[in-house]
Each structure stands twice: as C-alpha cells, then as structure tokens.
C-alpha cells in the first residue's frame, strides 16, 4: 500500500486523516508543520503527500517549491487541504494539472481517500451504498430512490440535496448551506430560488415513493429537515 505523509498543525484534521489511511491500509507519517515535513522527506520515501495549507510556518506555493527543487526527480503528487475561500481564489495554491489536487475543509476522512486515489493511480470504483430513512432507501451508486409505493431515478441535484439531508436527520439545513455545499457557491452568493425550486421537485418524487409522508420538511426562515 502507498506511504502518505500528511503535513498538518490543525490536530483533528490531521489525526482524522491519519487514523481513517491507517486504517484503510495506508502507511502514514505526520508532521505538524513544514519544516517537519520537509525534514522527514530527507531519509523517506512516499508516494504522496497531503499538505493543510493552514499550516502557518510555509506557504502552499514555498512548500512545493522547495520540495520540487530539492527533489525533482520524485515528483510526487500534492494533495492540499484548502479552507473554503481557498477554494475559489485562483491561484492561491500550485496546482500541476493532473498531478495535483486541492480538498476543500471541512471535509468526510473517506472523501480524503477519494481525492488521493487518482494521484496514487489507485482510482477505483466505490462500493455501492445506501441510505435509509424515514421509509425511504437511496441508492448512491444508481440515483435511484426506493419507497413502498414505487421506486424512481433523482437529477444529480436532486440526489446531492436529498443524499445531503439523509446524512444528517432532523438537522435543520440552512438555504444558504444547501448553496455551499451541494451547488458550489461562494459563501452567501447565489439565489434561494435554485434551493427552493429543486427542493421543489425532489419532494414530489418522494411523493411519488412513499405517499403521505412529508419526509422533507421546510422550517419557515431557517431551512430544510430531513424526518426519519
């Protein structure tokens, strides 16, 4: 299995990160700033690294440069843990086109894995899986949503909203978070309208599964809940 090293000074982020590899298999060393990173690259070999841009003691931009001075020949790939404003400033990371990637915080441990499968060249298909709740099931793999009544193919939209939802029952889901994490916008930009018009949809063909249930609530001026 490949060595990672990940280079990280925010302590939950980085053990997350360790223990989930770790325990997939991974070898993993970790460093809690870049200069500790840089250091234990002298005497080891490692398929990829993932650097927390948060560090604080070496820019993104200074830690691959000098890691691609110092060893041009390794060429091993980064994974860089961004914070969400990161995420859409261009240029604020070095990114090699199809060598490099960028995570945006916070993020799921196996969507960690996700990101670094590629960069391994150890990309494969996800197991299927499942959601289940409030007399509904949710195929992930299919977009496919299951109910007594009948079974039905979401959008992609509509599976990222309800997938988004059945992830977190009975926690109320604000438009605007709808907006950031299922559409990609920028933190408070974007129309309500887009949330309310797919919510829209998706409930009528929940409707279509499991009849009288209203399994997608909205809470007037504060967002959307998922009843189990």
Same mark, same amino acid.
């Given at each position: 299995?490949?060595?990672?090293?990940?280079?990280?000074?925010?302590?939950?982020?980085?053990?997350?990160?360790?223990?989930?590899?770790?325990?997939?298999?991974?070898?993993?060393?970790?460093? *809690?700033?870049?200069?500790?990173?840089?250091?234990?690259?002298?005497?080891?070999?490692?398929?990829?690294?993932?650097?927390?841009?948060?560090?604080?003691?070496?820019?993104?931009?200074?830690?691959?440069?000098?890691?691609?001075?110092?060893?041009?020949?390794?060429?091993?790939?980064?994974?860089?843990?961004?914070?969400?404003?990161?995420?859409?400033?261009?240029?604020?990371?070095?990114?090699?086109?199809?060598?490099?990637?960028?995570?945006?915080?916070?993020?799921?441990?196996?969507?960690?894995?996700?990101?670094?499968?590629?960069?391994?060249?150890?990309?494969?298909?996800?197991?299927?899986?499942?959601?289940?709740?409030?007399?509904?099931?949710?195929?992930?793999?299919?977009?496919?949503?299951?109910?007594?009544?009948?079974?039905?193919?979401?959008?992609?939209?509509?599976?990222?909203?309800?997938?988004?939802?059945?992830?977190?029952?009975?926690?109320?889901?604000?438009?605007?978070?709808?907006?950031?994490?299922?559409?990609?916008?920028?933190?408070?930009?974007?129309?309500?309208?887009?949330?309310? *018009?797919?919510?829209?949809?998706?409930?009528?063909?929940?409707?279509?599964? *499991?009849?009288?249930?209203?399994?997608?609530?909205?809470?007037?001026?504060?967002?959307?809940?998922?009843?189990?």
């Amino acid at each position: 299995m490949a060595t990672v090293l990940i280079v990280s000074s925010d302590s939950p982020v980085g053990q997350s990160a360790s223990q989930h590899l770790a325990a997939k298999g991974y070898d993993v060393v970790a460093a *809690t700033s870049a200069t500790e990173g840089l250091r234990a690259l002298h005497g080891l070999e490692v398929d990829a690294v993932v650097f927390d841009t948060g560090v604080g003691d070496m820019s993104a931009a200074g830690f691959s440069g000098w890691l691609r001075r110092q060893s041009p020949d390794r060429n091993m790939p980064l994974l860089f843990l961004v914070s969400p404003a990161q995420r859409w400033l261009p240029g604020s990371v070095p990114l090699r086109i199809g060598r490099d990637a960028l995570l945006s915080k916070p993020f799921r441990p196996e969507e960690l894995e996700e990101a670094l499968q590629p960069l391994l060249g150890t990309a494969t298909a996800p197991a299927p899986r499942t959601l289940s709740g409030g007399g509904l099931s949710l195929d992930c793999g299919l977009f496919a949503l299951a109910g007594k009544a009948g079974s039905i193919t979401l959008t992609p939209t509509e599976f990222r909203l309800l997938e988004y939802l059945m992830e977190r029952p009975g926690v109320v889901v604000s438009a605007d978070e709808f907006r950031e994490k299922v559409w990609g916008f920028f933190p408070h930009t974007g129309s309500r309208d887009i949330v309310r *018009t797919h919510t829209r949809n998706l409930r009528a063909k929940i409707r279509h599964t *499991t009849p009288g249930r209203e399994i997608v609530r909205t809470l007037p001026r504060r967002g959307y809940r998922f009843v189990v």
